[in-house]
């Protein structure tokens, strides 16, 4: 990331009979004075990304058609490295029209099939695709969701007796 001066300008005037200002300095995004006087002390507040792994989307679903009354699993991914993620997805009728449907997300600690399988999971998301808005609870509102375990893996349940076409991607970030 290339370093680039911030407006760090501050000037502090008070409206006393005597007027007054004290000029401040201007500092770059780590607290290297540019230009003005050398503070006693210098706090940034917007650190500078160090390291650790840049977000990425991933794929869980694209395009993928559920037939009527069953449930979908996506393939387990790898999540580490990570600490949160947004999810984005859609849902339509064969023919286009949006409909809704539910979706849960699990983590674990290895890999798995199906949720008989004896990995022990955590629930990490719970929620529905409706009219192309993913919506969680009853606020309706899409949140970081913490990352719970090293893979991710969701399952998409069609409870209408017509065929659906849906996608769902995961944002995974620091």
Known sequence: MKNRPLMIAAFLAIATPRVWGQPAMIADETGTVVFGQTPAKVEVMNLPETGGTPPEVVTL???????????????????DGFRSYVLFGDVRLSDGGLVAARF??????????????AVPKAVSFVGKVDSGFIFVGSLGVQQKNPILGPYLKCAFANDHVENLVFTLKAYLTN
């Open 104 to 117: 849960n997300c699990y983590a674990s600690l290895e890999p798995w099939e199906t949720i008989h399988d």
């Open 61 to 79: 679903f694209d395009g993928a058609q559920a037939p009527g009354q069953t449930s979908i699993f996506s393939d387990a991914i790898p999540v």
